[in-house]
């Protein structure tokens, strides 16, 4: 396949879906890794989109103004994700209740759980398979399966969590500012995040650099409400609450 004609579907491809991961166009266009993270700079070098780790997204577009699929997510940010996972596992202490939301840094803390005894809801689906893998006890919420996300959402998500009492809370974001706190594109899982909120005794955002000073659709916390966990933060920008900056291994 030509250069241009790669750069064509690579170009078609974000204006569809707003953002690609370099995993996906490798199988797409059929090419070398190598190649398309080269194609990736020369049209971010050229306007044409915006690199970032694992993919690109369109001009104009931001990672936090939309929910994209799962395996997309997955395959963005992941050496950082992973040094945030990891550290928000060690906070995970012996007998803990804990309320996993979804996410794909939720996911990978799994992963990091060294903790014995503890108890988990989630409304991930993929979380309570890998929970169950792992030998926690685990309780899975009930509701609207959303397909982009594969979380568990809705009303009666919301009066499911009434219930609960958690030791520790772990979300995931799309944005994070001090005006709008933490926010995130969908309504019906920004109820869940909310309410699941509420009910831990101590709450921890995870966000990675792409989420930082971000704002999208709706707020679920307000940035006091919880302890953010991210990498170092440019010096420029400080939160109100309290921030752990994980050192991210180069």
């Excluded at 204006?15 to 059929?30: A, H, N």
């Excluded at 809801?121 to 169950?132: M, P, Q, S």
């Excluded at 109820?191 to 990675?208: G, I, N, W």
């Amino acid at each position: 396949m030509f250069t241009e004609e790669r750069f064509n579907i690579i170009l078609q491809e974000l204006k569809v879906k707003g953002i690609v991961s370099v995993t996906d166009l490798v199988k797409l266009l059929d090419a070398s890794e190598s190649t398309v993270r080269r194609d990736l700079n020369t049209l971010d070098s050229e306007g044409l989109l915006k690199k970032i780790h694992g993919g690109a997204i369109a001009i104009g577009e931001s990672t936090s103004k939309h929910d994209y699929k799962v395996n997309v997510r997955q395959s963005l940010n992941v050496d950082e994700k992973s040094e945030i996972a990891k550290h928000a596992a060690a906070l995970i202490e012996d007998g803990d209740i804990l309320y996993l939301d979804a996410g794909t840094t939720t996911e990978i803390l799994i992963d990091f759980i060294e903790a014995n005894e503890i108890i988990v809801v989630t409304n991930g689906i993929v979380h309570a398979k890998k929970l169950l893998e792992r030998g926690f006890k685990t309780f899975i919420v009930g509701g609207e399966v959303k397909a982009i996300t594969e979380a568990i959402v809705g009303s009666t998500v919301v009066e499911d969590l009434k219930k609960y009492n958690f030791s520790k809370g772990f979300f995931g974001v799309n944005g994070v500012s001090n005006e709008s706190g933490y926010t995130t594109p969908d309504m019906n899982e920004a109820m869940v995040k909310a309410q699941a909120m509420k009910m831990c005794r101590e709450s921890y955002v995870l966000a990675d650099q792409s989420k930082l000073e971000k704002v999208s659709f709706i707020t679920f916390g307000a940035i006091a409400d919880s302890t953010l966990i991210t990498t170092k933060i440019d010096n420029n920008i400080s939160y109100d609450t309290n921030v752990i900056e994980v050192v991210k291994n180069d």
